[in-house]
């Protein structure tokens, strides 16, 4: 790619920022950065932990004003009104039009509102973005009771906010248990128990119906579609993220949910790209979804589209799945394909401590014994083995053999995969793992397998 | 697969107000004791105020302490840091930095207005080394209790974590044992004090000739000893043990400095500095600090086989210059005073030649390294907000590096706070060392020349 183009980039998330990084490492174009919401990059993750007081805003920016300035990266903070695409114009709100060559689309999500009848009452929100943050500030000073509408990991989130300001929390869950629609039965109900043992009030199997509002426009009361009435002054909506696409609603770009584009984040306009949450893949490969809501996915599809526009057309490959993340103090981890409902074809080992509050599956394939996936609830895995076992199909036996080396806990924590070793056993008597063997340790792994890239001091 | 569930409904949450308001009374009766004993020692026996207030304290304290940080959960243990007066800088952190400053110089410079504390200090310095009370072994005292007490604040704020339990013992059994009675079981011997905890160049003087020569002359056989273990330790087990376990053997460990930053010092850790310009600061006075050191212990030494011929009072000026404005100016009044301004390792970071040594070894040779897992970073900046040494491992989780810093303590706690268990510290081979994930696709775009 030419060194005199115009790189335009909207949104400075965790997409929009990766793309700029990998770009400027190999090219001196000019690169600008436009973000309404916020003035600098910053982790959106993050957000819950300034509410709670663990950090400021400005802890949760990665990085120091002078790294974009000596790394030539042009920050506007304003919001993009309207695209002109044949003349390649961006209209801003606040500044004058900015031309550009190249343009990414890396507008992240807003929060999906299902309708219901007072939704825009005081006190109902989302969490997304910094304004969301502030508002929840202002808008849970001095109350007592709150309703978390949807059970999976921003409602988890908002609920744990809440409660650390004393604010007691009833969570509103579609599912019969806390993200069940993700989470295979056990670990499911492993959280749910969590969150309760932490105080949190669940109503499973019920559904917002709709926000009841006190003479002032406050929210007084959330009605489910049980007909239950729970009284609270703030509603937290927490059922999903949709991509943030409004402002495109009238153009040319062709849209579904979200910036349909193909593999190579191309949309149906030249020299437009979508990456992260706005973006939809025309064709996903199952099971794979159509659009990838995901910090993770978010910085990958940000690396892969910085190699085309670097000149080498990079199609997305995102390798193994994985996630992660914290149900108050239990971390969760998955890699693979983990299934809420195990399929016929697949079944799985599963071990949990007594305490409720670690857990490990490994999922397979019956014929096979085909590693498909892991889950993790409170003990750690070194991602980098497991997507080598995943990318390179090993058997649950092989897996097992190296599972020792795969633990990623602190010095000193109990070690326990010698119970998921010893279910093995019992479910395959005639199929004996080796004995412990001493050059599966994870250093040895690592060499062997190449999991780790450049020895050069930083 | 079980379709219907009960689940119990909520626990309550205990209240705990009472207990706090218990403690905090007797906070205050302590106070009260302590300050009547060190101003009104001249109408009531200092003992029974001073050594009655600290036994409040101490108590108050603890109670106060376990309801505090049982009615928190596992993962709320930082709730508040960054908004609660005492530990946002705020009129709080200001008042007890004060305090403390206050109390540090009138220690060094003013020793005799402590006299009523030192006083009631009496009978415990009786008893424990069967000689008169003086403002160092209040300082002591002081100074164990801090760690004692705090570190089971510590003990309960990691509670579910092993690492940070295991390592708050030891930092407690060495306060206690080595740099607390032990010295004073030496001096009931009539033995020289000496502290098997610190070795040069932090405890600077112990390789000088006067100290030398006086431990041979006091201490027979045993100062022999001493003078053996503390070069064995400096030069023999310190390489080694560095080698193995990287600098935080010693610094989260064993020091007594450290002791006192993981433990009173460890609700100020995020107050640390982490800007790039505080880590040129940082570079720019600790390792001429160490230089100073070595040319300082040099030259007594050269001044000392000379028999004053060839420096005269150079190399003793030297020494003197710099237990003054390192010594008592930057490890004390700055180092402690300034906790709840900016953080509780400054004198870790900026002037320990003791780190700088240590922190030497472990770049350039030592097994010890943080492990990044993969690309599992989200950029939340936990870590490095709770750095206390103001290292960016945010900088080096979210490019899948491992964060081999000379100033790492090994503390650990960047591997507790992170919410998505991504760091890991580990000893392993030094090849391929900084090797990173292959997750994770670097941009390198400089965070630190």
Same mark, same amino acid.
């Given at each position: ?135 929840? %500030? ?19 989130? *908002?609920?744990? *906010? ?17 993200? %069940? ?249 005639? %199929? ?27 | ?12 949450? =205990? ?6 308001? =218990? ?101 415990? !310095? ?6 008169? =009370? ?49 010295? =004073? ?48 330790? !400096? ?79 150079? !190399? ?134």
């Amino acid at each position: 790619m030419q060194q005199d183009r115009h790189l335009v980039i909207i949104g400075n998330g965790i997409a929009g920022i990766t793309l700029a990084q990998h770009v400027r490492r190999h090219s001196s174009m000019r690169i600008t950065i436009i973000s309404a919401e916020s003035a600098v990059h910053f982790s959106r993750t993050a957000l819950m932990y300034v509410y709670m007081g663990h950090m400021r805003l400005q802890d949760i920016t990665p990085y120091e004003d002078w790294y974009w300035r000596e790394h030539n990266l042009e920050l506007v903070h304003d919001y993009v009104e309207q695209i002109d695409f044949g003349q390649k114009l961006l209209h801003l709100r606040q500044g004058q039009p900015l031309k550009y060559d190249t343009l990414v689309l890396a507008t992240g999500s807003v929060p999906a509102f299902f309708n219901w009848p007072g939704q825009q009452l005081k006190g109902v929100q989302g969490l997304n973005s910094l304004q969301d943050l502030e508002l929840m %500030q202002q808008q849970t000073q001095g109350i007592n009771r709150a309703v978390v509408v949807g059970g999976g990991l921003i409602g988890i989130e *908002m609920a744990e *906010m809440l409660q650390s300001r004393g604010i007691a929390v009833t969570m509103l869950v579609r599912e019969k248990l806390n993200w %069940q629609n993700i989470l295979p039965w056990e670990e499911a109900l492993l959280v749910s128990r969590h969150l309760q043992a932490h105080g949190i009030e669940l109503l499973l199997e019920d559904e917002l119906e709709e926000i009841l509002q006190d003479e002032q426009g406050n929210a007084r009361a959330v009605r489910t579609i049980k007909g239950k009435e729970i009284a609270c002054q703030f509603v937290g909506i927490a059922t999903g993220v949709l991509p943030n696409v409004a402002f495109l609603q009238n153009s040319v770009l062709e849209l579904d949910r979200g910036i349909l584009v193909n593999e190579y984040f191309e949309t149906s306009i030249a020299d437009v790209y979508a990456i992260g949450d706005c973006a939809q893949f025309r064709n996903p490969t199952p099971p794979a979804p159509a659009v990838e809501q995901l910090w993770y996915t978010g910085r990958q599809h940000g690396e892969t589209l910085a190699s085309t526009l670097l000149g080498t057309r990079t199609a997305y490959d995102r390798g193994p799945w994985f996630n992660s993340a914290k149900f108050m103090d239990i971390e969760y981890q998955t890699y693979g394909y983990v299934p809420n409902q195990l399929p016929p074809e697949l079944d799985s080992l599963y071990w949990q401590h007594k305490s409720g509050r670690k857990a490990i599956r490994l999922v397979y394939e019956r014929n096979t014994q085909k590693l498909t996936g892991l889950n993790l609830l409170g003990v750690r895995y070194r991602h980098d083995l497991c997507h080598h076992w995943l990318r390179q199909g090993y058997t649950l036996k092989e897996a097992l053999a190296e599972l020792p080396a795969a633990n990623f806990d602190p010095e000193f924590f109990r070690k326990f995969e010698h119970e998921i070793m010893a279910q093995y056993q019992q479910r395959f008597p005639d %199929q004996p793992l080796p004995e412990k063997q001493q050059q599966n340790n994870w250093w040895n792994l690592r060499s062997k397998f190449k999991l780790a890239t450049g020895s050069k001091k930083h | 697969m079980n379709k219907t569930i009960a689940l119990p409904y909520p626990e309550q949450a =205990a209240d705990s107000s009472l207990g706090k308001t =218990a403690g905090l009374t007797l906070i205050g009766f302590g106070l009260l004791g302590l300050l009547v004993a060190a101003f009104g020692s001249g109408v009531i026996d200092p003992v029974l105020t001073g050594l009655g207030g600290i036994t409040a304290l101490t108590i108050g304290g603890l109670i106060y302490i376990w309801q505090r940080r049982t009615e928190l959960s596992e993962a709320h243990q930082n709730n508040g840091a960054w908004t609660e007066s005492a530990t946002s800088r705020g009129a709080i952190a200001w008042v007890v930095g004060i305090v403390l400053t206050g109390f540090y110089i009138l220690l060094y410079w003013f020793p005799d207005s402590l006299q009523g504390l030192t006083r009631a200090m009496e009978p415990l !310095s009786q008893w424990l080394r069967n000689r008169p =009370a003086d403002q160092w072994f209040l300082y002591g005292t002081f100074y164990t209790l801090a760690v004692l007490v705090m570190g089971v604040h510590a003990l309960l704020k990691y509670r579910n974590n092993r690492y940070h339990i295991i390592r708050t013992l030891s930092v407690m059994f060495f306060q206690l044992g080595f740099a607390f009675l032990l010295p =004073a079981l030496l001096l009931y011997l009539n033995q020289p004090e000496f502290y098997f905890s610190y070795f040069w160049p932090l405890k600077y003087d112990y390789l000088f000739p006067g100290t030398v020569s006086y431990l041979v002359q006091n201490g027979q056989a045993l100062g022999v000893f001493m003078i053996f273990w503390g070069a064995v330790l !400096s030069f023999l087990a310190t390489p080694v043990l560095t080698y193995f376990y990287g600098k935080r053997w010693y610094c989260s460990w064993v020091c007594g400095c450290g002791g006192l930053a993981e433990t009173a010092g460890d609700p100020y850790r995020h107050l640390s500095d982490k800007r790039r310009v505080a880590w040129r600061w940082e570079v720019a006075i600790i390792y001429p600090i160490l230089g100073f050191i070595i040319i300082t212990t040099l030259l007594l030494w050269i001044n000392s086989w000379s028999e004053g011929r060839l420096l005269g009072e150079l !190399s003793g000026g030297f020494s003197s210059t710099y237990g003054f404005f390192i010594g008592a100016i930057f490890s004390g009044v700055i180092g402690v005073g300034f906790y709840p301004i900016m953080g509780n390792r400054v004198w870790c970071r900026f002037g320990c030649p003791m780190a700088a040594y240590l922190g030497l070894l472990q770049k350039h040779f030592s097994r010890f390294r943080i492990t990044t897992n993969g690309g599992q970073c989200i950029s939340c900046g936990n870590c490095s907000t709770y750095c206390e040494m103001g290292i960016d491992v945010r900088g080096y989780a979210q490019q899948g590096q491992p964060i081999i810093r000379a100033s790492c303590v090994g503390c650990g706690i960047c591997a507790h706070v992170c919410p998505r268990g991504v760091l890991k510290l580990e000893n392993g081979p030094r090849e391929g060392r900084y090797a990173a994930s292959p997750l994770i696709k670097r941009e390198d775009l400089n965070l630190l020349s």
